[in-house]
């Protein structure tokens, strides 16, 4: 869809373009107050302008509010915009050294066969820039005014960067001062907008239009959501599976089955600005972390970073933040994700526990801990711009951390209470040894099984078809090999099969996924004959 950018006129046309304007709805739009006006005196000379979009579309507009001062002007267009054009959306705060760019309409740019608009592009200098009367302004590096491009005729025109929401306006184009040598070019290849945020400082209504730009929004979920308000699932990488399905299409939250560690992990909590759950996978260490969250700090921001190598930065930023909540947690699920990436040390923990109200809530998989722990060796110093941090340098920092962590351990076994409360609220759910597995292992097994090739697939039809049968023994090793060649010879008629595929197969299906689930598992039943199930 086209955005919808227009080459301003004057009713008459006769003093030709006026410079550049743009759509914010079907029924708004922006341009800079000296386009239609006398910034000097705040005169007003055209209330009335023409937009001229592409493909001859052309709608009239009328002055309803603006500020001399901050140059800009807000307009209403006389019919809807037509629906094949695209407003601009808006944008308030901006990211520094970000990369921008302005469509707009430099005139006399290419002549009569020229193209119908201009694209400049370069970075943001300045978010804080202000002129001598005291309106704020963004400065901007213009590298086509460098290679001397007259920007007269690209007043008005949006200033656009890439955001979460799509491409975005965060000022409109005002003043450039000209070379003294020459005034088609902008000195120092600099331009100056005026800021979005002036824009709807002064004209409120618009504020619905316009979403906020962070330095902390490119890192973490932003604006924080409080704990009460988080979805775990889609947020907090709690595992789903078809138990949870079932209440989350109901606009439920799935029951929690209260764990035997609970009461010592409120304890580490209130004691200590960093917790981490430690475990082997699939114990339910996320979900639990969840619901200490919950309990406990259910009006407290959760910050959740969305790029692991940004870690620092993102602490960073959030010791400047200005509008910083007054209790804030730090959510690093998997924190290995940040460890290995050698960006989280010691020094950015300690620079977070300075922040007031700050605090820690991760996980960490068993494997992940010896693999982090595993070199003892002494810390080299390194130019960290130099080369990417070695194993011993990650291992090193790595228990750093961990001797700064309340750590809590999650058995991934039930304990009798637990399975009792896991049954009475998933009547339905068959358990095995192991709570967050239980949840898990079927989907990925079925997952697993539609995968594998047709000999693994055929062994474990067979054992289950004899379970189906109504057979109350596990089937033995020899009945399985028997069943296996009609099952195999079904699926690859054209094969015959061998004792050697048939040992193949069973092996990998009896490989684990998790600790205690597999597509068959070997039994004993104490005669000595093996057996599987």
Known sequence: MEPAIACLYAPDEETGPRGTGFAISPDLALTAFHCIGNRSSGEIQFTKVRFQFRNDIALEAEYIAGNPKADFALLRFSTPLPSDLRPIGLASGVIERSQYRAIGFPVGYGGENGPDRFTVQGT??????????????????????????SLHGLSGAPVLVATRQGESAIGLVRWNRPRDSDDRFATGATMFACPIATI?????????L???????AELATFPFPKAKDVDGYDLLRVALSEQVDRFRTQGKRPPYVPRAKDAELDAALRRSFFVLITGPSKAGKTRAAYELLLRNLPESAVVNPLKPESIRELIKQLEVLSDRPASLVLWLDDIERFLFTGRLTVIDLNQLSRIPGATIIGTLRNEAW???????????????????????EISRAAREIFARATTVTLDDEMTADEKAAAQKLYPNLKFSKGLGESFIAGPELKALFDR?????????????????????????????????????KEAEPLWDSSPQEFQDALREARQPIVRYSAMLIPMDLGDGKECAG
């Open 124 to 149: 943001v200098t300045d978010s804080k820039a202000r002129f001598n009367d005291g309106s704020p302004a963004l400065q901007l590096l213009c590298l086509e005014s460098l290679a001397e491009l």
């Open 200 to 208: 709807i400082e002064q004209v409120p209504d618009i504020r619905p």
């Open 210 to 216: 316009v979403h906020e730009i962070s330095p902390i």
């Open 370 to 392: 010896q693999r982090l722990r595993q070199s003892t060796g002494e810390n080299q110093e390194r130019d960290s711009k130099s080369r990417p941090p070695t194993t011993e």
């Open 452 to 488: 594998s090739k047709n000999s693994i697939r055929s062994v474990v039809q067979a054992a289950c078809d004899w379970a189906r049968a109504g057979m109350l023994k596990p089937i033995e090793h020899d009945d399985l090999a028997a069943l296996f060649e009609t099952y195999y």
